[in-house]
């Protein structure tokens, strides 16, 4: 394990909260990596898609807490020298960041990151009152998909007087009261100029466990962004197929195994019916950053290189594709039964309104692992034997690759199609699967 942590992240931790709080500018602070690298959140100065970026934290032993913590780029190798005391520095941990958007209209987005996180830092504005809209609803996020570990970090303290931070302070506690948040210490951090941010290094090494990861199932990775990474102008013989970026929830995978990703290419009938044909390829390559890996076991963020046409994995057109060895994966449905259970009351909404129950024939929004869907609901009643609420789901979007067992949240447009995160389920036994085709008879 210690030589796999010199090449790879062994957890991954979620920046999550409100738009403009600091999340991408804490990021930066630990690993040294801009994450806002399209063109549109250059421009409006925000997070759009899910950035990623990793860090090896470093601890030296000559020197105090929290100072003897450091943070370096992934590439850092061997044992760097102290700052302070000149002594060498011994790795300890090496991390994943994910950088969520922050703004309601990408709920969706940070969600789909959720299914990949082992902890996730809440950051929160000392210069704008608690909590803020989406400050609240990813706090609901994180608890509905059962994360144990969220720190409340309290950003931008150098914008506000002593007096204003000790109240902001107040407030933040008062909001985080009974949720996994409050188990942790609020952490007053500086991003802009890296004060504080030694000591939520340490909190995240000395706190924070290392999750336990099963080695020995088939892998298992739940793209939450492609890429096509081919320039412009790339002759045709140089061309390198789609990248799934992810994390595996189990299993190593391999340069040189064959894998096949579900659902794969979905065909939709005038009948509203998916045919989907999963793709099969060999894994050419694996990444973390920019160390080239021949195998990597769960608990980072890594780029699964694959012989599948780039076309496809364009603009993140692969996100909630499923990727493991041939015959292991799960089945794929269109039509699903779920338990579930609602928020009592809206968040994100100044109001708080109480949330009403599905109706037939209501359009949800469903989040199962990276995968995004639109489903309408057929049915509504209880299950017999547990007396929990059931409702019975036809996706319309897109098909999942999933499990009974397999945990979902859902969400419901309010207020001119803003969809708002409103309860979770589970798949239950009683979802129906469908019949999947060999990829070639496409060609008819």
């Known amino acids: 394990m210690e030589q796999i942590q010199t090449l790879q992240p062994t957890i991954n931790i979620g920046m999550i909260g409100h738009v403009a709080h600091g999340k991408s500018t804490l990021v930066r602070q630990i690993t040294g990596v801009k994450t806002g690298v399209h063109s549109k959140e250059q421009e409006r100065n925000m997070t759009i898609k899910l950035g990623y970026a990793n860090a090896k934290i470093y601890r030296c032993d000559g020197c105090p807490r929290p100072a003897c913590y450091k943070a370096f780029s992934s590439a850092q190798q061997g044992q760097p020298k102290c700052s302070s005391c000149k002594g ?9 960041f994910i950088d969520c958007p922050g703004h309601e209209v990408l709920m969706a987005t940070m969600l ?5 996180m082992d902890a996730a830092v809440l950051v929160i504005a000392a210069n704008e009152e608690c909590p ?6 990813h706090l609901a996020a994180a608890e509905l998909i059962g994360l144990k570990h969220i720190i409340p970090v309290q950003n931008k303290l150098d914008l506000v007087q002593k007096s204003q931070a000790k109240l902001h302070a107040d407030s933040m506690r008062e909001f985080i009261k009974g949720t996994a948040a409050a188990k942790s210490p609020l952490i007053p951090v500086a991003a802009q100029y890296g004060v504080n941010v030694d000591v939520l290094c340490q909190y995240l090494v000395e706190q924070i466990p290392a999750p336990k990861h099963d080695l020995d199932s088939p892998c298992r990775l739940q793209a939450i962004r492609s890429f096509d990474v081919n320039k412009p102008g790339t002759p045709f013989e140089e061309l390198k197929g789609a990248v799934f970026g992810g994390t595996l929830s189990r299993g190593v995978v391999r340069v040189g195994q064959q894998v096949e990703i579900r659902p794969g290419i979905v ?5 509203g019916n998916h045919h989907c ?17 021949q195998e990597a076991i769960p608990g980072g963020l890594i780029g699964v290189g694959t012989n599948i046409d780039p076309s496809l994995s364009k603009d993140d057109g692969l996100v909630g594709q499923t990727l493991g060895p041939i015959g292991t994966l799960s089945d794929v449905y269109q039509d699903i039964q779920i338990e579930y259970r609602l928020l009592k009351r809206l968040v994100g909404t100044q109001e708080g309104e109480k949330v009403l129950p599905l109706k037939k024939k209501e359009e949800l929004l469903l989040h199962v692992g990276s995968n995004t869907t639109l489903g309408v609901v057929r049915s509504i009643g209880k299950n017999p034997n547990s007396k ?7 996706l319309t979007r897109m098909p999942i690759c999933a499990q009974p067992g397999d945990r979902l949240a859902f969400s419901r447009s309010i207020e001119s199609n803003h969809w708002r995160l409103i309860g979770m389920g589970e798949i239950t036994a009683n979802s129906v699967p469908l019949q999947l085709y060999n990829t070639y008879a496409m060609k008819n």
Do not use: G, W, Y
């Open 88 to 96: 060498k520095m011994n790795l300890v941990r090496h991390l994943s």
């Open 112 to 116: 789909n990151a959720a299914a990949a």
């Open 132 to 137: 803020r809209p989406q400050t609240a609803e």
């Open 267 to 271: 065909r939709t009938d005038a009948k």
């Open 277 to 293: 044909f999963p793709l099969f390829s060999k894994v050419v390559s694996i990444s973390s950053e920019k160390n080239q890996l």
């Open 388 to 394: 929990r609420r059931v409702a019975n789901i036809r």
